[in-house]
């Protein structure tokens, strides 16, 4: 394996007695788009400002492209930072904006202005540039964000929430356009948020954190899919926990009791043993109802079925472990009472330690 | 009656005692103030008849007979000692000689009526000068004397506005002074001031408490007090010349008190909080991250304060020394004790015209540019207070 | 380095800005006749001056008639005129507004001049209620900014939801909008009292002998014979405006609970 880019080796940050960022290692590719996704105060803002250099490591050391950055101060690491409410220079127009790190790289005028025009038409605001952020929309505040962490080719973009303060329509198209930016021009962008679906959207590999520490990093399919603890599994998606007891287990898939005495099958990438006890994650959109085809397979009833437009959320009794269930709208039309078969592959059955 | 009118009336009547207060307490003696300033009434209203036969007069041909007539005419109607010697101070601000002139002429009206030859009272009749002043101060009931004598101007017997030479000339001194004094006092608040702001806003919790803490405490304190209390210590044996000789600075105590250097001191701690508390809440204002943005994008900390922070604060720093300078050159506590008899400004001229002098023109012409002053600074102040755009 | 220098430079302004303050309160218990340190031994004696000597005595008299008399004053107009400026129907109300605050801004000087000459015509000069009137006119903008700030505060909806609920406007005024202006009346009031108490300049102008206040006599001493009886009223002074000061936040908090938790 190559080099990586970036490199957070045993790094640990404490503010006082609160450990924030925990004897943590992360390894980013050069090209690589990595979200850090977690509930705030998990770690991976601070983390983002370690990188940034807006705070020092109380422990450990920061690699970029093979040299120690961590002593290096903010103003020298070159990196483009996008951050939380943009924080554009009010005082400047949006061209002024884009400039001045040109200018602090001391650049010859003639040569700002065509990069800062280049830049500001590929982010589609060429015709704005006269205007201060205060006569600018949110969305357009954003784009002028991005091309100021743009206009000066930074080694590396880090965004911390550059998102959050936009309405839902435009943050998914935001999301394509910076995911196009990045695929484009071979950025190397570190992104954090706490929108799962956003990170899941974006990301060649995503790092859960939790308590200053990264519980699971993988490609979206794998945090998803393959969910290596409880919280990774309960943060990113939504799914059913199902506590249970192993009884017998082969290669990638054991066999595992629920309290009710049901026999499920799952499906594993750890070492387990019998009687140990474990818990299982269900994606409740996996789950089939009025079908008996799968490995999985029982029967419930119906507690209560919730209309949300695309699809059915039905819950089902104790005896079918409270499960919580995607049904396609397109299906039979169910209705609390009914007594119903339930079933799921070993595959969607996925055991979370 | 509809419901704006309504409103419109109830306004009023709650406006109304508070306006009609203010017109009688507040305008009113302003404006008599101003008045004072201008009015010039003692010559016009005690010779009438004067003021008519001088009316003609070229005031470079000799007085005419009719014109001493006229005098005397006028002098011998005067009953009161206290409007002779009101007239008698007024035409000898204008020339002097008009004391023992007078009180000869008096005494010879009185005695002899009002037909006596002036020219045979006092040879100094014929003279022009001691004419041009009668005829100037009986012409009108106003005068423009006080305003030019408090910008060291007067006019010369041909009417014409003249600046008097430097050995007369006391007032723009003053003025300068009062400038000059009220200009470094704002620098030097803004010297303390805009880093303090900038450090209260740099921290938070209880560090911030404290420093606001010691912003607010001296402003709820009383000016007395405080100056008061510089008084204790600039004194030659007070704690600051025996800390800096304890300390081996200094071997002969500093002349801190009755001298420029305690009045910039304790007036720059007086109004230092006027300084900080403007900029403090416009950098408040300022998001957090604007200054690791910079940073970001290439900034070492010097520049991105001079390109980013220092440009963000200039509202708070011009709004703050327009109060520190406006409240400064009003100044008149502070400069009466613990300044010397060099360093008075402008205030306290006025106060020694007005209560030591009894001299209402003076004190109403100098008054009248402190207040017309005050009202400018106040005005531009006002402008960027309500011009929340400013370009942001 | 720069961490260093910021401590530096905020422990130094802090001092600058409290130490003067602290410095003279030891001085008021001095039982020399030097208002200086050190401080021989501590005693009362200067307090027993305050409490005895004439000079004193009275002028910590008229300084309570006077602040009094002008914090009624002034926090009756600036009140009543507050509550007229909230009207969305005055006219003018900027133009009010701006000759209502200027008091504060004109140079007392010059107002003490125009004060002399006018009280006088009136027979106002040298006499308790001309002092209080000449107060009253610096204290009415501090009065206003209060009221104004807490009538400024009140949500609009909440007397809309009283009228709605079917009060008139008199019993909207009444019950909801005096209540929740009330905190800001009482610092009105602490303001004016206070900036009667440390009034010097429009004093020297209006006021005769009879009408000097505990501001006006330290003024005085502090030029003519200073003693560390200035020491004492200064302390007097601070404590006063701590009084004052914290009875008004108590009162403001006993309001306060009263509007949250109505009985």
Known sequence: MTDPYIRFDKVSKAFGPLTVVDDLDLDIARGEFVSLLGPSGSGKTTLLMLLAGFEAATKGTVWLDGKRIDRLPPHRRNMGVVFQNYALFPHMTAAENVAFPLQMRGLAKPDIAGKVQRVLDMVQLGRLKERRPGQLSGGQQQRVALARALVFEPNVILMDEPLGALDKQLRMQMQLDIRDLHRRLGLTIVFVTHDQSEALTMSDRIAVFNRGKIEQIGSPEEIYDRPHTRFVADFVGETNLVEATVETTGGSEATVVLSSGKRLTTSTDMALEPRQKVMLSIRPERIRLGETSAANSFSGRIVDCVYHGDHLRVMLDEAAGGLVVKAERSGRAWAPGDEVAVSFTPADCWVVG | ?392 | MLRTSRIVFGVLAVLFLVAPLIAILPLAFTSSVFLNYPVPSYSLRWFVELLTADVWRRSIINSLIIGGGATVLATVLGTLAALGLRSRHLPFAGLFRTIFLLPMVVPAVVLGVGMQLCFVQIDLASTYLGVIVAHSVLAIPFVLVNVSASLGGIDPRVERAAASLGASPTTVFRRVTLPLALPGVVSGAAFAFATSLDEVVLTLFVAGPNQRTLARQMFSSIRENISPAIAAAAFLFIVGTLIVGGMSLLVRARLRTRVVMPE
């Not at chain 2, 203010?22 to 209203?45: K, Y």
């Not at chain 2, 000898?92 to 006596?116: C, H, I, K, W, Y």
């Open chain 2, 1 to 392: 009656m509809n419901v704006a009118l309504r409103g419109r009336l109830v306004g009023l009547a709650l406006v109304a005692p508070l306006l009609l207060f203010l017109a009688g307490f507040f305008v009113w003696p302003l404006v008599t103030m101003m008045q004072g300033a201008v009015s010039d009434p003692i010559a016009a209203r005690t010779l009438p008849t004067t003021a008519r036969a001088t009316a003609n007069w070229d005031r470079q041909s000799p007085p005419t007979p009719e014109m001493k007539a006229a005098l005397a005419h006028d002098l011998a109607a005067l009953k009161q000692d206290q409007v002779v010697g009101d007239l008698t101070r007024r035409l000898n601000s204008a020339q002097s000689g008009f004391r023992t002139l007078m009180s000869r002429t008096m005494s010879a009206v009185r005695e002899q009526g009002p037909d006596v030859d002036l020219s045979a009272v006092d040879k100094r009749w014929n003279d022009i000068k001691f004419w041009q002043p009668i005829a100037e101060a009986a012409a009108s009931r106003y005068t423009d004397r006080y305003l030019l004598a408090a910008l060291d101007m007067d006019r010369d017997a041909a009417g014409d506005i003249v600046t008097l030479p430097e050995s007369q000339s006391a007032n723009k001194a003053i003025l300068a002074r009062t400038f000059f004094v009220s200009g470094l006092v704002t620098l030097f608040c803004i010297v303390i001031g805009l880093p303090y702001a900038m450090l209260a806003v740099s921290v938070t919790g209880w560090l911030r408490g404290v420093l606001l803490a010691a912003v607010l405490l001296p402003l709820w304190t009383s000016l007395l007090v405080r100056t008061a209390a510089w008084f204790i210590l600039l004194q030659d044996n007070g704690l600051i010349n025996r800390g800096l000789m304890a300390l081996g600075l200094i071997d002969r105590p500093l002349a801190l008190i009755f001298n420029r250097t305690g009045v910039v001191i304790a007036m720059t701690h007086v109004l230092l909080p006027f300084m900080v508390l403007p900029i403090f809440s416009v950098l408040l204002a300022v998001p957090r991250n604007l200054m690791p943005a910079a940073a970001s994008l290439g900034a070492p900390p010097l520049r991105a304060f001079w390109r980013v922070l220092l440009p963000l604060s200039v509202r708070g720093i011009v709004s703050g020394s327009l109060l520190v300078f406006m409240a400064a050159i009003g100044y008149y506590i502070t400069p009466a004790l613990i300044g010397g008899p060099t360093d008075q400004m402008i205030s306290y001229v006025i106060a020694f015209y007005a209560t030591g002098a009894a001299n209402w023109g003076m004190a109403g012409a100098l008054g009248v540019i402190l207040l017309v002053a005050t009202l400018l600074l106040y005005a531009v102040y006002q402008r960027l207070a309500s011009d929340k755009a400013m370009g942001i």
